[in-house]
C-alpha cells in the first residue's frame, strides 16, 4: 500500500508544479481569475502530496539511493537542498496565499485589487511570490529527480 501511496504522492506533486506554471502564466498575462484558481489547485495537490507524504513515512516506506558511488556526492547535494527548501517552501507558501487571501478579502473582488485596503496585502503577496515560486519550482522538480533516480537506484528501507 506505501508504494501505492508514494506514487500517488509523486503524481499529485507533478499536478501542483504544472498548476504552480499556470499560475505563473495566467498572472503574467493579467487573467487574475485563471491565476488564483491554478494558484488555488497547485496549493491543494502539494497540500495532497504532503499528507500523503507523511502518510508514507509513517507506514515506514522509505528508499535510500544505493546507485553508483561516482553519483552518490550529486545525488546527496541534490537531496539535501532539497529538504532544506521543501522545508522552507511551506512558510512562503503559506505567506502568498494569506496575504492573497487578506487582500482579496479586503477587495471583495478580483477587480477591485488596487483599492487602498488590498493594495498593502498584494503588494506583500507579490514580494512572497518572488521567493516562494523559485523555491517551489526548484523542490518540485528536484523531487521528480530524487524519484526518478530513487526508482532506478533505490532500495527500499521497510521500518
Known amino acids: 500500500m506505501a508504494e501505492t501511496i508514494n506514487q500517488w504522492a509523486v503524481i499529485t506533486i507533478v499536478l501542483s508544479g504544472i498548476a504552480l506554471c ?3 502564466f495566467f498572472i503574467r498575462n493579467q487573467n487574475r481569475e485563471a491565476h488564483m484558481r491554478a494558484m488555488i489547485l497547485a496549493s491543494s495537490f502539494a497540500t495532497i502530496f504532503l499528507v500523503l507524504y507523511l502518510t508514507r513515512l509513517g507506514l515506514g516506506y522509505e528508499k535510500r539511493y544505493a546507485g553508483p558511488d561516482t553519483w552518490r556526492t ?53 514580494a512572497w511570490v518572488r521567493w516562494t515560486v523559485p523555491v517551489w519550482l526548484y523542490v518540485a522538480v528536484t523531487g521528480w529527480i530524487i524519484y526518478l533516480v530513487l526508482g532506478r537506484y533505490g532500495e527500499v528501507i521497510k521500518g
Open 22 to 24: 499556470f499560475g505563473v
Open 74 to 126: 550529486a545525488y546527496y547535494v541534490l537531496l539535501i537542498s532539497h529538504i532544506i527548501l521543501a522545508t522552507l517552501n511551506l512558510p512562503l507558501a503559506v505567506g502568498a496565499l494569506w496575504n492573497a487571501y487578506k487582500g482579496l478579502k479586503a477587495a471583495k473582488n478580483l477587480s477591485n485589487i488596487d483599492a487602498p485596503a488590498a493594495r498593502g496585502f498584494f503588494n506583500k503577496h507579490r
